[in-house]
């Protein structure tokens, strides 16, 4: 189907373990985003990519890494989870032409850990 | 460094009555604005955006907003609810150049039958 897509929805970890969340999306936009969406704080940019193998950080990338190998993936790794990772993360594709100025959204990953 | 201010966490409307949600924004270049809609369990939605020309922008499910650079505010409103306007508003703003955005805090719209 077209559009973008997270994997997995809802996610249970543990402390230190090591977790990557999937997003994909079908439209080849040049520019995708990680974001983590937690109460009182909105959305906040961990990481973003302007075109496959660029990657730059956003206002909270520690303690993630991410890489973009093909223009339509963009995987989010949290390499040792912490408590405080515990958020719902969206993931976002910006494109070229009349999309340009707009991102679009997935539906979010739920994560939670313990 | 450019940041946005939703001053409203929460606000109820009855139903069939106007809403105003407010959005301040602070910024040493032009900005591009944007509100976005996330209805429960879901991702956020495009509702409109104002990238220049008139400072009066409509949107999807009748929504609009206006931009007044010299309070530099982007206030968002709709004449009258309906009960499927429930849902979380978030505004952002993204400075001319830049690919990224930032959003306010959020404020959720709650619509009294």
New interface residues.
């Given amino acids: 189907d077209a559009g973008i897509t997270q994997s997995p929805r809802y996610k249970i970890t543990e402390t230190g373990r090591q977790v990557t969340l999937m997003c994909h999306q079908t439209w080849s936009h040049s ?1 995708m ?1 990680w ?1 983590r969406q937690d109460l ?6 961990i990481y ?1 990519s ?1 075109a496959a193998d660029i990657t730059d950080k ?1 206002e909270v990338p520690d303690g993630y890494v991410v890489s973009r190998s093909k223009t339509e993936n963009f995987p989010l790794t949290l390499e040792s989870a912490t408590r405080s990772q515990t958020s719902v993360y ?1 993931c ?1 594709s ?1 494109g070229t032409g009349v999309t340009y ?8 990953t739920r994560l939670t850990v313990l | 460094a450019q940041s946005v201010t939703q001053l409203d966490s929460q606000v109820p409307v009855f139903e069939e009555a106007p809403v105003e949600l407010r959005c301040n924004y602070s910024s040493s270049v032009s900005v591009y604005l944007f509100w976005y809609v996330q209805y429960p369990n879901q991702g956020l939605q495009l509702l409109l955006k104002y990238l220049s020309g008139s400072t009066l922008v409509k949107g999807i499910n009748g929504f609009e907003a206006e931009f007044n650079k010299s309070q530099t505010s982007f206030h968002l409103r709709k004449p009258s609810v309906h009960i499927s306007d429930t849902a979380e508003y978030f505004c952002a703003v993204r400075d001319f150049g830049n690919e990224k955005l930032t959003f306010g805090t959020g404020t959720r719209l709650t619509i009294i039958p």
């Fill in positions: 520019y985003f974001y009182g704080h909105g959305l906040r940019l973003y302007a956003g969206f976002a910006g100025n707009e991102q679009f959204f997935g539906p979010g």
